[in-house]
């Protein structure tokens, strides 16, 4: 076919064919079930989809693709309607409706839809023949014997050095990378090995992106992971291959008659006696363009309301002043105003119609606005429509993607989908893709036992991978769930620690589910080897970086011994939402309103601190409570309780999760169009994006499953931060403030210090601590003073402080102790042991 005219055809086409071959692996994997268990009609109505895929193909020239379905369609003639098929036969058909798949990818970047491995396959599927394909011919003129795999072991090293976000020469290692892959890719041309060459020229390309590190670096490593799997493959086809024959006319029963039906067939839907199909097919870029064009329409919207009521509040302003000329002319007519009061009462009229024909406009505009608003809003919910599709069409392929890697990898595999029907917008689906398929391929190689360690294990031979959507309001849940071993936190450790990620001392102090994120992070992978299922590096860290960029959160957890499971929060759709403006300072942002259950007011008996956590009772609940501004990296604020006054907070929710956040103010509510910070600001992960409100401000826009999580007691500190309850020392002596710190952290606990009481005050404002340890006697604020201040302030009056002094008269004791101090000593006794033993005493049980 003419390439102008193949270009031209190509999205149709693909698109089709993307929905047959999902239609084909779906139906292929029912036919291993009983008969009895099967749908009605599957093998007549597989057949019907092979058939009308193989005449699209031999339509336009595809003789790979054509050549593959062709053999499919002929091992399905074979297959008796009353016995399962074989599971030989169906991984056969399941390998080259991935080939086909992987053609269609080179079709979408502009190259050649070739299949590779076409004779492999066609005498996979038992459909051998002398004709090989152009790309097979090519790889089989001349072995390239071990100095290949050698080259590419070589290059397998490379990566797995330079996926360490620490490399000591980075960009002498990819310079040996490059100039490995490019004497490969020589070899390879020399022998005429064509696919050989073009993967190893991929390779080097991929490599040479590695050298500045960051985020570019992890997506280069991902592509040159795959190149050099399909490179070992191709590999081991130049070794295997032998010269072909010239190529003889391939036996198919859609010939030139046939093609025709063929075409008939696909136009024709299913069920409707070959009705004419209305449907139309529209580029998903043209969605995403209308998309923007109906949200902008919205936000516009919001604008055209706000100067609607500036409009309105300038009518109401001209009635005023109307009042005030009215009242004047009428104190100048009764004092005999003379030749001035006649042009005051022309003005009078004049402004009069002014002001009636002001206010019709105004009713006008109002009634426009409304109606405006009222076709944008079906325009966008028909859009929205438009966009949404059943979360099968993501869910389906994995079935596919299970069977194969379960074969790789000699496994048994039992998948179980859920939540197929729920509806998502078209762009959260087509990016869950990836990472979904990273998590599924992650349980099945890392998750599940081997058949033989699950039998001692008293488990079923048979592993149990659950991949389910869950529908939670205007959010959505999609879970990852396997019944194996569960994540190991101490070989995670050693695996950070060994990578680069940090030292062993950071390593030991981070709590089990603090290790068991750690999988998130870039170039974190607990195989050494790169094979076409671990070990490069990349995969999981997708997955978070996923979840963040479309406003969402993943997670992990585990049971030692009974299985794992990752959980992906995301919006149910990426279109325009409604955001709760909230101030805190001088600070305007918003928070998704799905998120938002409550806005409240708490009063200082609502607060207090249970384990050294500010918690808040609500509706007989203790909740978590947080100051907004300081989880988002803004100084902090007093909060009105510091005064006396109530304090507003907003309760957000996340399934089970509630958290209460403090904030000065809600200052409205409006429709957001969220635009993304780029990948300047793609670390900073409470942040989803940033909004346009319709005075023009841009506001930035919270992620609320990120502050959720955030605020988990296991997972606040920080990578680096010792599990042990910090502690204040506050004394004007450096000497002193010296020695009790030590003397803290040889006990293991994590100190942070102060010169006197009004600096201490400082630090616990910015700081979360657990008890405080002060001298009596200093500048600005003494200790007394310090205590006082502590026990009168709501977030602070639960934790305790102790009184170290020279001071050691009854009465000086008693005076501390009425200031609200929870101990008391001398400094002689700081060096017998007492402090550590009264801090011991006074710590809470569960934070120690």
């Not at 009308?52 to 050549?67: F, N, Q, T, V, W």
């Not at 071990?146 to 990566?159: F, I, N, P, T």
């Not at 009764?334 to 024909?357: D, F, I, V, Y």
């Not at 990296?633 to 907003?650: E, F, I, K, Y």
């Amino acid at each position: 076919m003419d390439p102008q005219l193949l270009r031209s055809i190509w999205p149709v086409f693909a698109a089709e064919t993307r929905e047959q071959i999902q239609a084909i692996g779906s139906k292929v994997l029912g036919l291993e079930q009983p008969a009895s268990a099967r749908e009605p009609d599957l093998l007549p109505s597989l057949k019907r989809v092979v058939h009308s895929l193989k005449g699209s193909a031999a339509s336009l020239g595809l003789d790979d693709i054509e050549r593959i379905v062709h053999a499919i369609e002929d091992g399905l003639s074979q297959v008796n309607a009353d016995q399962p098929i074989s599971r030989g036969a169906v991984e056969a058909m399941l390998r080259g409706l991935s080939a086909i798949e992987s053609a269609l990818n080179r079709g979408d970047a502009g190259e050649q839809p070739a299949v590779d491995g076409v004779a492999a396959l066609l005498k996979a599927l038992g459909h051998e023949e002398p004709a090989v394909s152009a790309s097979d011919a090519a790889a089989s003129n001349g072995p390239l014997g071990e100095d290949g795999l050698k080259a590419l072991e070589a290059l397998e090293a490379a990566l797995g050095t330079l996926v360490s976000p620490k490399v000591e020469d980075r960009a002498g290692a990819v310079r040996a990378a490059v100039d490995q892959a490019h004497a490969l890719r020589q070899s390879a041309e020399a022998v005429q090995a064509e696919q050989v060459a073009a993967l190893a020229e991929a390779a080097a390309l991929g490599f040479t992106r590695m050298e500045e590190g960051g985020d570019a670096a992890g997506q280069a490593a991902s592509e040159v992971a795959g190149a050099l799997v399909d490179l070992r493959t191709a590999l081991s086809v130049a070794e295997e291959a032998a010269p072909a024959p010239a190529p003889t006319p391939v036996k198919s029963t859609s010939g030139p008659s046939a093609k025709p039906a063929a075409r008939a067939a696909a136009a024709a839907p299913e069920g409707r006696g070959g009705a004419v199909d209305r449907a139309v097919r529209v580029s998903v870029k043209t969605l995403d363009s209308l998309a923007l064009q109906v949200e902008h329409l919205v936000s516009g919207r919001s604008q055209q309301g706000r100067r609607s009521e500036g409009f309105r509040s300038l009518t109401d302003q001209a009635h005023e002043v109307l009042l005030h000329l009215e009242r004047a002319a009428s104190q100048l007519a009764m004092s005999g105003g003379g030749s001035a009061l006649e042009p005051l009462r022309t003005g009078l009229g004049l402004m009069r119609t002014m002001q009636k024909r002001l206010l019709e406009h105004a009713k006008e505009a109002h009634r426009d606005g409304e109606q405006q608003a009222l076709v944008a809003q079906v325009i966008r919910d028909d859009l929205r429509d438009l966009r949404m599709v059943p979360a099968s069409q993501v869910l389906e392929p994995l079935r596919r993607t299970v069977r194969e890697t379960a074969s790789r990898l000699d496994k048994e595999v039992a998948l179980e989908l859920g939540g197929t029907d729920v509806r998502l917008d078209r762009r959260i689906v087509d990016a869950l893709k990836d990472p979904l398929v990273h998590l599924v391929r992650n349980a099945i190689d890392h998750g599940l036992e081997s058949p033989e360690a699950r039998k001692a294990a008293g488990k079923s031979e048979t592993g149990r991978l659950v991949v389910r959507v869950e529908a939670r309001g205007t959010r959505v849940g999609v879970i990852v769930e396997d019944d194996g071993a569960g994540l190991d936190p101490v070989r995670v450790r050693a695996t950070a620690v060994r990578r680069g990620l940090m030292n062993q001392e950071a390593a030991d102090k981070l709590s089990d589910a603090q290790a068991a994120r750690l999988i998130f992070q870039p170039g974190f992978s607990t195989r050494d080897e790169v094979t076409s299922t671990s070990g490069r590096g990349v995969g999981l860290d997708v997955v978070l970086a996923t979840a963040q960029r479309l406003q969402g959160s993943a997670d992990v957890e585990f049971t030692p011994g009974k299985g794992t499971r990752f959980i992906v929060d995301l919006p149910l759709t990426l279109a325009a939402a409604l955001g709760l403006l909230v101030r805190t300072g001088t600070m305007v942002t918003a928070i998704p309103s799905d998120a938002v259950k409550r806005v409240l007011r708490l009063d200082a008996d609502d607060v207090g601190t249970v384990a050294g956590r500010v918690v808040a009772r609500l509706d007989g609940e203790q909740l978590t409570f947080l100051s907004l501004a300081e989880a988002i990296g803004l100084p902090r604020m007093p909060l009105a309780l510091d005064s006396g006054r109530r304090q507003t907070a907003v309760l957000l929710t996340l399934g089970e999760e509630r958290v209460l956040y403090a904030i000065d103010e809600v200052v409205g509510q409006q429709e957001l169009v969220v635009r993304s910070l780029g990948k300047h600001l793609r670390d900073v992960t409470h942040l989803a994006g940033a909004a346009v409100l319709d005075d023009g401000r841009v506001v930035p826009v919270l992620n609320a499953p990120e502050l959720l999580r955030a605020a988990k007691p296991d997972t606040r500190t920080s990578t680096g931060e010792s599990k042990l309850p910090r502690i204040l020392v506050c004394d004007d002596s450096l000497t002193t403030r010296f020695a009790m710190k030590s003397l803290l952290e040889i006990a293991g606990y994590p100190v942070v210090t102060a010169s006197d009481g009004e600096e201490a005050w400082q630090v616990l404002e910015r700081v979360h601590c657990h008890l405080v340890v002060s001298d009596w006697q200093m500048p600005r604020l003494d200790g007394v003073g310090l205590a006082r201040r502590i026990k009168g302030h709501p977030m602070f009056r639960r934790t305790p402080i102790i009184l170290v002094t020279s001071l050691d008269s009854n009465e000086d004791r008693a005076a501390g102790l009425e200031a609200g101090a929870d101990g008391y000593l001398v400094k002689r006794e700081v060096e017998r042991g007492k402090l550590l033993e009264l801090v011991r005493q006074l710590l809470p049980s569960s934070a120690a």
